[in-house]
């Protein structure tokens, strides 16, 4: 009987530090192992105890790629918790913030991360030897994206604008104005890289997945609606953690999420597209359909595809709220604290972006619970490797090192921070 150990010790070009060990036995993986090998950082420890204003600018530094999506989730929560509702003016500057950030985040993916898999190339400083022009064009759009988060949010990491109830800060007319003009640019680039990327080697694979996502009666989600499934869920997000649950499982530091008595699901833009592609605006709907998407996609590595579209809808949606931009007065909402526990769920870039605070009348934070993107896609992941490896037992070990990088790479894991390096040992038995 010949046995198989795949050990792949650092995943590059992923945001975070997490290995992959596989074992199989003829060819039939036993199991597959996504091990996060970080340490915890205690968050939701840290803020039990805090002043309920802090939370916004503490759940920001949990990622430096997505901190408008900690951000909104904290505040949509907390203003749950406080019986607030955020509307008009303040409303929409939430959703041009959340563009920012998938434009920047989108592009960082698209671009830097998940093309070489595609093209051959080990990183993008090599792709940029052959691939100049399309680099910059990268380079040029996720600066838009930055620069949008930089304008409404203060500053492009770590925005210090965002509050419980609105905004300490908002722009004015003429602060927006300037962005504009960047955005018609930034909407050709985006169109541009669907045609790009639509074009790319995409291997044939597909699952039955149970696809989970926000959904809105009018808008592609962002910050608000149900939580549906491709498979019948429909619930408000109060509800999450009746049918949502978290284990610990003995090979990694990060919890795993799952569908009570259903298993796996699939979270982000594949999971958006496929539940939502009907409310996007008709620009980035009809560049799907011309890279040939249609309404509906299960092959997790044309994801890529969706990432660019989401790109284009994201700047068609800036420039929308740009164009009737009125400064809201005040910037935020009065309310005071009250003893509550409030529910909030976003579409951070990769995916439904879970927070649920309980507060006390003063409005110390008496418990945390945040459940990320990623951990709700790792079950997904093992499933993905677990169906493609026997497929490629038989290549090399650069090569089936480079297919099972690519399949995690599908799904953008953020884990905390970049790594770029990687070590891989196959024993063959």
Known sequence: ???????????????????????????????????????????EAFLRGRHFLEAPDI????????????????????????????????????????????????????????????????????????????????LELKKIGNEIVTTIGGREIHPVSVRVGGFY?????????????????????????VR????????????????????????????????????????????????????????????????????SYFVGPLARYNLNSVRLNP????????????????????????????TVHACGEALRVISSYEMPEPPSAAFQPRTGTGHGCTEAPRGILYHRYRINDE???????????TSQNQKTIEADLMQLVPELSNLSQEKLTWQCEQAIRNYDPCISCATHSLKIRLDRG
């Open 196 to 263: 790009w990327v639509a074009n790319l080697p995409f291997p044939e694979f597909a699952r039955d997945y149970e696809f989970v996502a926000l959904s809105h009666p009018t808008e592609y989600p962002f910050n608000e609606g149900r939580l549906v499934s491709s498979k019948g869920l429909d619930i408000p997000v109060s509800a999450f953690e009746d049918h949502f649950q978290e284990q610990h499982v003995p090979y990694s530091n990060a919890l795993h999420c799952s569908l009570v008595q259903r298993g």
């Open 363 to 373: 409005g110390i934070i008496e418990e945390a619970k945040i459940v990320p993107p």
């Open 1 to 43: 009987m010949t046995t198989t150990n795949i050990k792949v010790d650092y995943l590059a070009r992923v945001e975070g530090e997490a290995a992959l060990v596989i074992k199989m036995k003829e060819g039939i993986p036993q199991t597959v192992q996504l091990r996060v090998f970080e340490p915890p950082r205690f968050f």
């Open 169 to 193: 800060r908002v722009p004015t007319r003429r602060d927006l104005e300037p962005l504009s003009e960047k955005l018609k640019r930034g909407m050709e680039a985006a169109l541009e890289t």
């Open 59 to 138: 759940t920001a530094r949990i990622c430096g790629i997505c901190p408008v999506a900690y951000q909104m989730s904290a505040v949509h929560a907390l203003e749950d918790a406080c019986g607030v509702t955020v509307s008009g003016p303040v409303r929409e500057l939430r959703r041009l913030l959340y563009c920012g950030e998938w434009i920047e985040s989108h592009t960082l993916h698209v671009y830097m991360l998940h093309a070489p898999d595609f093209l051959g190339y080990q990183d993008v400083i090599q792709m940029a030897r052959d691939y100049p022009d399309v680099v910059r064009r990268g």
């Open 283 to 310: 620009v980035a709907r009809e560049a799907a359909l011309r890279a040939g998407l249609g309404e509906h996609c299960t092959n997790p590595f044309q994801s890529i595809i969706v990432r660019a579209v989401e």
